[in-house]
């Protein structure tokens, strides 16, 4: 398993996603919503927002993953915040990156993985919106266009103070 590297710039990207003040935080439904739409959306059985901590990858949203983080060094988002855009791994086992990931080879048998990283203003990756199967697949033109825009919902919630998509529920 190929660890991700560190950025040079991580010490800003940690005070980037440390300003936002949600680490740790317990569920919001405008979050969650997200997460549960792009499962439905892809037909997937696993859905993440995921923040990508100094020695862990922490979900602020999930859906069909029972673990509320994993380590930095295993996490598929360590990789996926070094790059700028939408990438997508159609068979993990096939990507040296990935392919004895104990997330590969073992439960939950990663075998497809798509993100969106969460760029915020800055120009610093936080994290990611990821979609997650268990049989390698791809995605089309279409599909990677809805992978974008519900990132930038991720983006757009993770910068307001309160927003239009809470509600009651969520206070």
Known sequence: MLAAPIPLNDEERLAALHALLILDTPPEQRFDRIAAFAAQE???????????????????????????????????????????????????????????????????HIRFYAFAPLVMPSGHAV???????T??????????????????????ELLAEESPLQDAGDA
């Open 127 to 133: 994290g990611t919106l990821c979609v997650l199967d």
């Open 42 to 108: 892809f037909d997937v059985p696993t859905a993440l927002v995921s923040l990508v901590d100094r020695n862990r990858q922490w979900f602020k949203a999930r859906v069909g993953m029972a673990m509320c983080e994993t380590g930095r060094d295993v996490s598929f988002c360590g990789h996926a915040i070094l790059a700028a855009e939408t990438l997508v791994v159609p068979d993990t086992t096939q990507d040296a990156r990935f392919a004895d990931n104990p997330l590969v080879a073992g439960a939950p």
């Open 135 to 156: 049989r390698p697949r791809t995605l089309d033109a279409t599909e990677l266009s809805i992978l974008a825009t519900l990132r930038d919902l991720l983006v757009n």
